[in-house]
């Protein structure tokens, strides 16, 4: 179980300590697995997930060709569709946990919660608007038409919402491998290793030992 400090906070003060008890939902923890099978075995009853800690990656096909996005802290998600709604759209989505997650369970409490005090309901919107101006972005980031630039535009976003300012430059703790970026710049992954050989000839992007990367300041007003 696990209490939401961020949603907590849109509770008006002198209400908080019985919202506190309302607001202790279930929290459960995946690894590199899809998750609709943690979904519907140990939290079928929500009505979103929190994500509280980890990355998560929602890949959408269509015609056989997979879209990635990459989700964090704070984001959320709705539970997946059922088989029945998955053959009337013909793109397919599912969310895989990439590495460690965690995830706070939106249930019925948090519902009742949010009847009561407002403030609840009006978190939730303004962070599912941030989803939605960040998905735009993302689209917007895929009509650029050279993959360097589209490279420079996904390590812009990722050092804004995962990064931590080194004294000359950002570093970035993220497992991504080149194939995953492909997916989430619409790329190849011989092209993204090419490219990503060319930006780090040009001191904007390095790929240091374990997991993390190095990046150049100036790319946050490229």
Request: aromatic share 4%.
């Amino acid at each position: 179980m696990a209490t939401l400090p961020e949603i907590l906070a849109s509770v008006p003060a002198e209400d908080r300590l019985p919202a506190e008890r309302t607001l202790t939902v279930p929290l459960v923890s995946a690894r590199n697995e899809d998750l609709a099978d943690v979904i519907s075995t140990q939290i079928p009853g929500a009505f979103g997930l929190l994500i509280v800690d980890g990355v998560v990656l929602k890949e959408t096909t269509l015609a056989r060709r997979p879209a990635l996005e990459l989700l964090g802290r704070g984001d959320l998600l709705a539970p997946p569709l059922t088989p029945a709604h998955q053959l009337e759209s013909r793109a397919v989505s599912r969310y895989l946990a990439h590495g460690p997650v965690s995830l706070a369970a939106l249930e019925d409490q948090v519902r009742q919660a949010a009847q009561r005090w407002p403030g609840i309901a009006d978190f939730l919107h303004d962070r599912l608007a941030r989803q939605t101006h960040h998905a735009s972005m993302h689209l917007a980031m895929l009509h650029l038409p050279r993959i360097e630039e589209r490279l420079i535009a996904l390590f812009s976003d990722l050092a804004e919402r995962f990064g931590h300012m080194a004294p000359d430059s950002i570093l970035i703790e993220l497992p991504l491998t080149h194939e995953i970026i492909g997916g989430l710049v619409a790329g190849r992954r011989p092209t993204v290793t090419l490219a990503l050989q060319e930006l780090a000839s040009n001191g904007l992007i390095a790929r240091l030992e374990g997991n993390r990367w190095k990046l150049d300041r100036s790319i946050l007003a490229a």
